[in-house]
Nanobody, 126 residues
Framework: VQLQASGGGLVQAGGSLRLSCTAS????????FGWFRQAPGKEREAVSS????????WYADSAQGRFVISRDNAKKTVYLQMNNLKSEDTAVYYC????????????????????WGLGTQVTVSS
């Protein structure tokens, strides 16, 4: 599966952005998706993930209560709505996917996903 992330940009602290990850390929109903981010000089970290059906989601502590992950399988698109953005959210955001069937990675790491898209830059000014 090929992935393309979009929706990044420059926003003031407290603002919102919605990232999109559009996938190409056959049905994605069994693919779990993850959003990761990487700030300069730091390791890539998981932000949120969602199961194939959308019934299971996971959020990093830093994202809990501010970010919402969702998916539209008919559009082959996964979204990350980011609200109340902070300067520490500044990073390149990547989406990733993996065929987990009916499963879902309980602790998403970079090793839990084999398909990656190019990142989209999110910059939050304080």
């Amino acid at each position: 599966v090929q992935l393309q992330a979009s929706g990044g940009g420059l926003v003031q602290a407290g603002g919102s952005l919605r990232l999109s990850c559009t996938a190409s390929g056959s049905t994605l109903d069994y693919y779990a998706f993850g959003w990761f981010r990487q700030a300069p000089g730091k390791e890539r970290e998981a932000v949120s993930s969602i199961s194939g059906s959308g019934s299971s989601t996971w959020y990093a502590d830093s994202a809990q209560g501010r970010f919402v992950i969702s998916r539209d399988n008919a559009k082959k698109t996964v979204y990350l709505q980011m609200n109340n953005l902070k300067s520490e959210d500044t990073a390149v955001y990547y989406c990733a996917a993996e065929d987990y069937g009916l499963g879902f990675p309980a602790f998403p790491t970079v090793h839990a996903f084999s398909s990656w898209g190019l990142g989209t830059q999110v910059t939050v000014s304080s």
